[in-house]
C-alpha cells in the first residue's frame, strides 16, 4: 500500500489510465482543430470530437446534438441558469432551486437575484432531501426554470429528480439538474427524469480537468439559450470557444469506461464503505451519520465525530486526503451550509468529515483509514474537556457556563 491515500474522491479523481492513453494521439499526431473544414487535421479532431459527443450523449439516453460542451460544471451550470433566464424573460421571472446546491448554482442564482429575477431556495429535511411537493407549491405563472441537483456534492444525497422532472413537466417549466457527482455512479435517463438541461464534468469521473458538457433538449420542448460567450458560433451558437479535443476524447473515453463498470464499481464502492463506516463507528462513541443512510451514492461516506474538530482531524491524518465541513474562507472557520441546512448544529458540522471513496481505492487502504481514524478521534477527545465532562455523566445541557 502507497502513502498518501487519496480518499476524496468527490473533489476530483484520478484520471484513469485508459482515458490518459486515447488522449495522448490528441496533442501530438492529431493536434488539429475541429473547427479546420479544409483538411484532415481538422477532420480528425472533428471525428474524435464526435465520437465523445456521442459517448456523452449515451451515458444520459440523449441524442449526441444535444451536447454542448464547456469548460467544466461551473461553466455548464452558469449556463443553464443565465441562458435561459436571458432567453425566456419575456415568458417570467422566477426560478426555483434549493439550498444545498453547489455553489456554482447557488452563486449564479444570487447574481440574478441582483439583476431582479426572483429566486426560491426551497429547503431539505433532516437527511438533505428535497420534498417535491415543496417544488410544485413554489411554481408560479412566472417560473421560467427548476434547478435541482441529482447527488450531493458533500453528503452525496440522491434527490427525487425524477418526481421533480414530472412536476416540471406537469407545469410546462423547464428543469435543469446538475448532476456532477452522479453521472457514473448512479443511472441517469434524461428522458425517464425528464431533465431538460444537465451539467456534468470529466474530472468527478475519471477524466481530465477543463472539461464539461451541458445537455440542452432539442425536442418536446426543444430548449433555447442565450449563450454567455460571444464569438465563432461553435456548439450551435451556445458556447463559442475552439473545443479541447484531447478533454472531448478523455470525456468519452471516461463516460465509456464507467458506462461498462458502472454497476460492478458500485457494488463494489458500497461494500467499502459499508466496511469503512461500520469499522470506524463500532469502536468509537458518539459518532453521527450525515444524509440519508441509504438515498446516497455508494462512494460517499459523511460523519461528524462529536467533540472533534474536523480540521483537527484532519491534520492529525496528513497522509491521508479527505475533506472536512468547515470551509476555511481567510480568517474565519465557516461550517459547512449543507450540513447547516439539514438541521445539524454548528458544532457537529465543524467535527463533520467527508470520506470519498472511488475507483483507485483498496480494502487496505479502507482498514488503514479506519485504524488511523480511530486512533485520532481517541487522541483528540482524551485531551477535550467536554468529552470528560460527557464521560463522567455530565449533560453538557445543563451545564451553566462561568463568564470570563
Ligand atoms: C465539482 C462540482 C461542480 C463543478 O464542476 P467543475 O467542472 O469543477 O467546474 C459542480 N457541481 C457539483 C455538484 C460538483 O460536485
Redesign the pocket.
Known amino acids: 500500500m502507497n502513502l498518501p491515500i487519496y480518499m476524496d474522491n ?3 479523481t484520478q484520471v484513469d489510465p485508459r482515458v490518459v492513453e486515447e488522449m495522448i494521439p490528441y496533442f501530438t499526431a492529431h493536434f488539429g482543430n475541429a473547427a479546420s473544414r479544409n483538411h484532415s487535421f481538422g477532420w480528425d479532431a472533428d471525428k474524435a470530437v464526435e465520437v465523445g459527443r456521442e459517448r456523452l450523449a449515451k451515458i444520459i439516453h440523449a441524442d449526441p446534438k444535444e451536447i454542448i460542451f ?8 452558469n449556463l443553464a441558469l443565465k441562458g435561459v433566464v436571458e432567453m425566456y424573460a419575456e415568458k417570467g421571472n422566477h426560478i426555483i432551486t434549493q439550498v444545498t ?5 447557488l452563486d449564479t442564482s444570487k447574481r440574478l437575484e441582483k439583476s431582479g429575477i426572483n429566486v426560491t431556495y426551497l429547503p431539505v429535511d433532516r437527511d438533505g432531501l428535497v420534498d417535491p411537493e415543496d417544488v410544485r407549491d413554489a411554481i408560479t405563472d412566472r417560473t421560467v426554470l427548476i434547478s435541482v ?5 458533500e453528503i452525496g444525497v440522491i434527490q427525487p429528480v425524477e418526481e421533480i422532472g414530472k412536476i416540471a413537466k406537469e407545469k410546462g417549466v423547464l428543469f435543469h439538474c ?5 453521472i457514473g455512479k448512479v443511472k441517469v435517463d434524461v428522458q425517464s427524469m425528464g431533465i431538460d438541461l444537465l ?6 469521473l475519471y477524466g481530465p ?4 458538457a451541458l445537455y440542452v433538449r432539442r425536442k418536446s420542448p426543444r430548449v433555447r439559450l442565450a449563450p454567455m460567450m460571444d464569438g465563432g458560433g461553435h456548439e450551435r451558437g451556445m458556447r463559442s470557444g475552439t473545443l479541447n479535443v484531447p478533454g472531448i476524447v478523455g470525456f468519452g473515453k471516461a463516460c465509456e469506461i464507467a458506462m461498462e463498470v458502472m454497476e460492478e464499481e458500485s457494488a463494489r464502492l458500497l461494500y467499502l464503505r459499508e466496511r469503512l463506516r461500520k469499522g470506524m463507528m463500532d469502536s468509537l462513541e458518539s459518532v453521527y451519520l450525515n444524509g440519508h443512510p441509504t438515498r446516497r451514492m455508494p462512494g460517499n461516506l459523511n460523519l461528524s465525530f462529536a467533540y472533534v474538530e474536523g480540521e483537527s482531524m484532519l491534520m492529525g491524518l496528513k497522509e491521508i486526503a479527505l475533506s472536512s465541513g468547515s470551509a476555511c474562507t481567510s480568517a474565519t472557520l465557516e461550517p459547512s451550509y449543507v450540513l447547516q441546512a439539514l438541521g445539524i448544529s454548528g458544532e457537529l458540522a465543524h467535527s463533520s468529515v467527508r470520506f470519498g471513496l472511488g475507483r483507485f481505492n483498496t480494502e487496505e487502504e479502507v482498514d488503514y483509514v479506519i485504524g488511523r481514524v480511530i486512533e485520532t478521534v481517541n487522541r483528540l477527545r482524551e485531551m477535550s474537556p467536554l468529552y470528560e465532562m460527557v464521560k463522567e455523566g455530565i449533560n453538557l445541557k445543563d451545564v451553566t457556563w462561568g463568564k470570563h
Open positions: 468527490h473533489s476530483t464547456t469548460s467544466g460544471a461551473t461553466e455548464s451550470n446546491e453547489h455553489r456554482s448554482v441537483m441529482l447527488v450531493n456534492n446538475d448532476a456532477t457527482q452522479g451539467s456534468f464534468t470529466a474530472h468527478k480537468k477543463g472539461t464539461g
